[in-house]
């Protein structure tokens, strides 16, 4: 069974740094790329950046770069978003999604990790 | 970048059909994918490449693109199909979402 497991909801304050994860199973983690995907409170999808397992090849939104960083640990199967400076805008749910390349559906979803970022 | 345009909701009537819309320019020529969101869960595709249904989702879901408009239709409406939903394109190498349609059931 295909799953994407997503690491717990997080509590940060603005300027503190983060990381979430997302640990893929039941399929070979290298063939699929990873995006992540912000929802803000009550908000729509929103597309962080995508990351190729295999060679840890990225692309991201002009909207987010240079704000979060994408990576990735094929030997773990798990992919990262990160932030190192937090601000109380980034307070959403965010998920991870697999694809293939540039072209496919997000056919699996992780749950999603909401992350709460206040003074 | 790439913008899709998608009403903010719909309404349909118990066993009725739903059309959901998805408006871009010339977006009969790229592939687009439909997903479904229910209160505190995460999307799933319902559509893939304009018209495909992935397993397990209702043969009442199907897609259509052509020229500006991408449309999701929904036959038979339930209850349960009361969602938001999106719908997202491939730009270049970036990914787009539409701003997403809420589906009412009446």
């Known amino acids: 069974e295909v799953q994407l497991v997503q690491s717990g909801a997080e509590v940060k304050k603005p300027g503190e740094s983060l990381r979430i994860s997302c640990k893929g199973s039941?399929?070979?983690?290298?063939?699929?790329?990873i995006s992540w995907v912000r929802q803000m409170p009550g908000k729509g999808l929103e597309w962080l950046g995508k990351i190729d397992p295999s060679d840890s090849y990225t692309d991201y939104s002009p909207s987010f770069q240079g704000h979060v960083t994408i990576s990735a640990d094929k030997s773990i199967s798990t992919a990262y978003l990160q932030w190192s400076s937090l601000r109380a805008s980034d307070t959403a749910m965010y998920y991870c999604a697999r694809h293939l390349a540039a072209a496919g559906d997000f056919d699996y979803w992780g749950q999603g990790t909401l992350v709460t970022v206040s003074s | 970048s790439y913008e899709l345009t998608q009403a903010l909701s719909v309404s349909v009537a118990l066993g009725q059909t739903a059309r959901i819309t998805c408006g871009g320019n010339n977006i009969g020529n790229k592939n687009v994918h439909w997903y479904q969101q229910k209160p505190g869960q995460a999307p799933v595709v319902v559509i893939y490449r304009d018209s495909n249904r992935p397993s397990g989702i209702p043969e009442r879901f199907s897609g259509s693109n052509s020229g500006n408009t991408a449309t999701l239709t929904i036959s038979r409406a339930q209850a349960g199909d009361e969602a938001d939903y999106y719908c997202?394109?491939?730009?270049?190498?970036?990914?787009?979402f539409g701003g997403g349609t809420k589906l009412t059931v009446l």
């Open positions: 039941g399929y070979s983690f290298i063939t699929y790329w």
């Open positions: 997202q394109v491939w730009d270049s190498s970036t990914v787009e």
